[in-house]
């Protein structure tokens, strides 16, 4: 276990800490004590599927409480799903993923590992590829596996259920991803899996399968899901409201600036280590005005960077930004750009049709010779390329020259 050693109530508190359901919490606490008295760390799953290359805020609120639990002393088990991300996760889609190859899958691996080795140990870490039994699965243990399920259980998910009222496409593949996630949590004997509430129902199906074939069931830990920078939809690259983890420390500060104020507990729970009672206080001091939310922002924007670069580069980064929006005293109310689906293309545009866009430039010729004069910054970074799609974010302001600004809005 930790250095310091917690009592059982104390270690019970910050496992719930970030959490929006504990299922059932009764036996999470039996587990713990369990643990205890044999002096067997729990085994604690994570399941991601390399779908995508980087990673956001949103997703690593899961691997920073198994990270939580890693220092605990419980054994941090991180299952890529190699397998699983060909079919792809349908949690709260409404229509069917586009299926990626296994190369493409091993290929955003590699850099999903890298940046998730920037939370967890990877000397404590179990990394195991659910190829590993899949790939080894006849065609009639598929049939047997798929035998563990019924249509009207599968229907109780409310995305399943809602595409197949509508009439809109349902595919059999996507239909036995909870089996497959389940069946990791057999395959490992899992104690408990941690994931996002949108994972609840096929955590349950992990349980199922387990008391199934003979195992002790695991519990399920589910985080709420974080709202991106917009205020409104979770965290989403193609929305472009994110705070990605590979994000420069001056992007990341800027962008957590940038934050609703409404928004910034959440955030300070959920992404850093601050301490609940400290958290409570300031939460306390804010609402009866003896702090400045300007001045909370900060402290959560150095909090960030400093989990995931330093706390030299935290610093760097807020001195950074004071020479941008406060030297420069950018105008409180400024021109507004929104951009809808049809500006975005994999949640990017093309810079200089965004300076057009903004009415900033009359024409793409007089965007390409703003840029090529060194005349542009988005947050405060100059843009270099007059090629650059650039990967859109909310609240991100556009400047010309010394007086032209416009902040963008994505509906």
């Known amino acids: 276990m930790s250095t310091h050693v917690l009592s059982l109530e104390e270690e019970l508190a910050l496992i719930k800490r ?37 990673l956001h805020l949103g997703h ?20 890529i799903g190699d397998y699983t991300a060909m079919v792809g996760d349908p949690s709260g889609r409404n229509k069917t993923r586009p299926q990626l190859t296994h190369e493409q899958v091993l290929e955003n691996c590699r850099t999903y590992q890298e940046q998730v080795f920037r939370i967890l140990d990877p000397k404590k870490t179990r990394v195991m590829y659910n190829g590993a039994w899949f790939g080894k699965m006849t065609f009639h243990d598929v049939i047997r596996l798929m035998s563990q399920m019924t249509l009207a259980r599968m229907l109780e998910r409310e995305d399943f259920a809602n ?37 609840k129902f096929n955590i349950l199906v992990g349980r199922d399968l387990q008391k199934t074939m003979g195992l002790e069931p695991q519990v399920g830990i589910c985080n709420p899901i974080l709202i991106g920078l917009d205020g409104k939809e979770k965290m989403s690259k193609s929305l472009g409201n994110y705070i990605g983890i590979k994000d420069p420390a001056s992007d990341m500060y800027g962008k957590t600036m940038s934050l609703s104020d409404d928004l910034m507990m959440m955030y300070f729970e959920l992404v850093t280590d601050v301490p609940m009672e400290k958290l409570q206080l300031t939460e306390k001091r804010l609402e009866n005005g003896e702090l400045h939310p300007m001045d909370v922002k900060r402290f959560l924007a150095r909090e960030i960077v400093t989990r995931f670069h330093s706390r030299e580069a935290a610093l760097e980064a807020e001195a950074e930004f004071d020479r941008v929006f406060k030297e420069d005293q950018i105008p409180e109310d400024i021109p507004e750009i929104t951009l809808t689906s049809e500006d975005l293309k994999d949640g990017q545009i093309w810079v200089v049709r965004l300076l057009v866009k903004a009415g900033l430039a009359a024409s793409n ?43 963008v809005v994505i509906a």
């Open 18 to 54: 970030g959490t929006e359901e504990i299922f059932p919490e009764e036996e999470l606490l039996e587990k713990l004590k369990k643990a205890r008295q044999t002096k067997k760390p729990l085994k604690v799953k994570l399941g991601v599927d390399p779908t995508g290359a980087d």
């Open 60 to 79: 690593v609120i899961p691997v920073l409480k198994l990270k939580q639990f890693q220092d605990l002393g419980h054994e941090a088990i991180l299952i």
């Open 163 to 199: 595409r197949f009222q509508n009439q809109l496409p349902l595919s059999l593949h996507e239909m036995i991803y909870p089996l497959m996630q389940g069946y990791d949590s057999a395959a490992i004997e899992a104690d408990i899996e941690l994931g996002g509430i949108d994972q």
């Open 365 to 407: 010729g007089e965007g390409r010779r703003l840029i090529q004069q060194g005349g542009v910054r988005i947050d405060g970074k100059t843009v270099e390329n007059v090629d650059l799609d650039w990967p859109a974010r909310a609240n991100a302001v556009i400047q010309v020259g010394k007086r032209r600004f416009a902040r």
